[in-house]
């Protein structure tokens, strides 16, 4: 049997690096086995789901060296490997369910779903659908059908029993039944929920080992019960401990960055990140800690994964990427690193228009420019106050600047520049006390080249980082301010669009 794995990530933003976590381990299993490594993209979310999304996870992945044997960009015997693709297939497999028995459709109304929730919630009753539509006589569902009422498609999870689950790295996990709701399969415009496709893509793909994080052991019972419905042999589950923030929390763009992308501009070289993921959880028989993709894959040993999560650690990043810098390359050889990233006529030349009006002397440039090409920047922190301003509020300011800029596709200038404009109004401030913060905040400085054109070629990523560096020097934005910001922001944010009819886009 050959042994086929996948990652199957949902390009609804920034490529992670749990994503490149999940397809080293994947690759390595799959290469040590010489078995074979796929890439599904999994994009049924489709008010999120975005193509600039899924292309920037193949190139972060590529750029680490992650490469796969099938996939939507290189085909294989078993595509389409994008399940918006795939939309027919999970509709003739939906079927065999409502012909067997094991789903139903479901034409519940919001409002009545509404009702149902309030009423478990006002009796303490356990939540989830209760079933109402379970046992439909053929006569109601035809109704139902000829007056076109919308429906979903619901996996009839039975009522008792126990669902044991084999996770190779843990002792058996049991689920009862009746604590597992009536999951959605099919939403009511026709497409498949992430638990139908999931299951019908790693079937047909002829995936023998999913392997795959940890949160998702709570979805693995329905994954199982699917299996069993269309009476297909279940795969083994190997499910891999978190990344954790160094406070022991989920790794989280709140406390740490977490997109490829802000490594790669931040400067660390691909090679000490996978190197890096591989120490998540893992440690190689000759306890090494530095080592190449050929080395993992050779000694790679699923078993050897310890649970319990794996805290990434910006500092041991840099220390392992500092011994690349030393130990892997001449200085010729580093040079090329160099130009690569961003030393390069490219980049530096889409500085100069920026600077061009400001310069007395051609020695004036990189000093003027070097944040663009810096890792961090430092700064007295009294800046971003301008010595007299609360800092409390200028974090909350920088925050509302953070939750506008997430909504953002296109990170260009004039996005930008809407982007603080619209912060500006909602503080009631001029924009300059916006953007002075921001020059400090991005630059380190509080006189620097034009302010939305350094943000768009610093990148989202390392914007976002400094952004939050300096919420963090001004001593962060506490949970409970944070919900009550988050509150009156969306408020604000929603009474704007009914009043001008805006979509969510500046
Ligand atoms: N689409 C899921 C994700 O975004 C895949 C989870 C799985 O591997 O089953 O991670």
């Avoid at 100069?352 to 920047?377: E, K, Y």
Wanted: proline fraction near 6%; charge should be negative.
């Amino acid at each position: 049997m050959t042994i086929r794995v996948r990652i199957a990530p949902s390009p609804t933003g920034s490529p992670h690096v749990g994503t490149a976590y999940m397809g080293l381990f994947n690759l390595a299993f799959a290469r040590h086995h010489n078995g074979l490594f796929v890439l599904r993209v999994e994009d049924t979310d489709q008010g999120r789901s975005r193509p600039e999304y899924e292309s920037g996870i193949f190139r972060a992945l590529q750029w680490m060296g992650i490469q796969w044997d099938e996939g939507p960009d290189i085909g294989g015997p078993f595509g389409p490997y994008r399940q918006s693709e795939r939309t027919v297939i999970y509709r003739e497999h939906i079927r065999i369910l409502i012909d067997k028995g094991k789903a139903y459709r479901c034409f519940c109304t919001a409002d009545r779903l509404a009702e149902m929730r309030k009423l478990q919630h006002q009796n303490k009753l356990p939540e989830g659908y209760d079933g109402r539509c379970r046992n439909l006589s053929e006569a109601e569902i035809e109704n139902h059908l000829q007056n076109n009422d919308p429906f979903v498609i619901r996996l009839r999870v039975p009522d008792e029993g126990t669902c044991v689950i084999n996770d190779r790295l843990r002792s058996e996990i049991r689920y009862e039944y009746n604590q597992i709701d009536d999951q959605i399969l099919m939403k009511s415009d026709g497409y498949p929920t992430y638990h139908l496709a999931n299951v019908i893509d790693d079937h047909l793909m002829r995936i023998t080992h999913v392997i795959r994080g940890e949160e998702w052991v709570p979805s693995t019972p329905k994954h199982v019960l699917l299996y069993q419905s269309f009476g297909w042999e279940i795969p083994e589950f190997i499910h891999l401990p978190l990344l954790l923030n160094p406070d022991g929390s989920k790794l989280s763009k709140r406390k740490n960055p977490t997109s490829i992308d802000y490594y790669r501009d931040a400067g660390f070289l691909p090679e000490a990140l996978l190197n890096y993921l591989g120490l998540m959880s893992y440690s190689r028989p000759d306890q090494e800690e530095k080592f190449t993709l050929d080395d993992f894959v050779s000694d790679f040993d699923i078993d050897r994964v310890s649970l319990g999560g794996s805290i990434f650690d910006l500092k041991k990043l840099r220390w392992l990427n500092a011994r690349y810098l030393r130990e892997n390359y001449t200085p010729d050889q580093l040079w090329l690193k160099f130009t690569g990233w961003r030393i390069n006529p490219e980049f530096l030349s889409r500085m100069i228009p920026m600077m061009q009006n400001r310069l007395h002397t051609l020695g004036d440039f990189i000093p003027a420019c070097s944040f663009l090409l810096a890792t961090d920047v430092s700064y007295d922190t009294a800046l971003l106050t301008g010595h007299d301003k609360d800092p409390g509020e200028i974090a909350e300011m920088l925050q509302t600047v953070i939750f506008q800029l997430e909504t953002l596709t296109d990170w260009i200038p004039g996005n930008l520049q809407t982007a603080l404009e619209l912060v500006a109004a909602f503080w009631e401030l001029p924009i300059r006390d916006v953007t002075s913060v921001l020059f400090v905040a991005i630059s380190g400085m509080t006189v620097a080249p034009p302010l939305y054109e350094s943000m768009a070629l610093l990148g989202r990523d390392m914007t976002r980082r400094r952004i939050m560096d300096s919420i963090d020097r001004l001593g962060s934005v506490g949970r409970k301010k944070m919900k009550k910001l988050e509150e009156r922001w969306d408020m604000w944010n929603s009474v704007r669009h009914q009043t001008n009819g805006e979509g969510n886009q500046p």
